[in-house]
């Protein structure tokens, strides 16, 4: 499992506008992915500023990624990349 976590504030006060589709867009050109995730506040549906790019199929698409991480611009603007950490939560332990 390749995980990917990025940052992608932009705007007001860091609210993470990009979609989906942005975070698809920058990372399937270096290979089949899939999914991707832009986890929400629990109570507010906010974006929490940051997102997921889900399983890359074969471990040389992700290296070439991130090896790549620097160029990788998500709406025109650079995002911090790094390999992601832990499993994903579940709702439950996103209320707290």
Do not use: H, W
Request: glycine letters at 6%; one cysteine or more.
């Amino acid at each position: 499992m390749f995980r990917f976590v990025c940052a992608c504030a932009d705007g007001v006060l860091g609210v993470c506008l990009c979609r989906s589709a942005d975070l698809r867009d920058a990372f399937e050109k270096y290979g089949k992915i899939k999914d991707v995730y832009i986890p929400l506040d629990y109570y507010t549906k906010d974006s929490r500023g940051f997102g997921y790019v889900d399983r890359f199929y074969e471990r040389e698409d992700a290296e070439a990624a991130y090896d790549r991480r620097r160029d990788i611009l998500i709406r025109r603007k650079p995002a911090t990349i790094e390999f992601a950490r832990g499993q994903r939560k579940s709702n439950c332990c996103m209320r707290a």
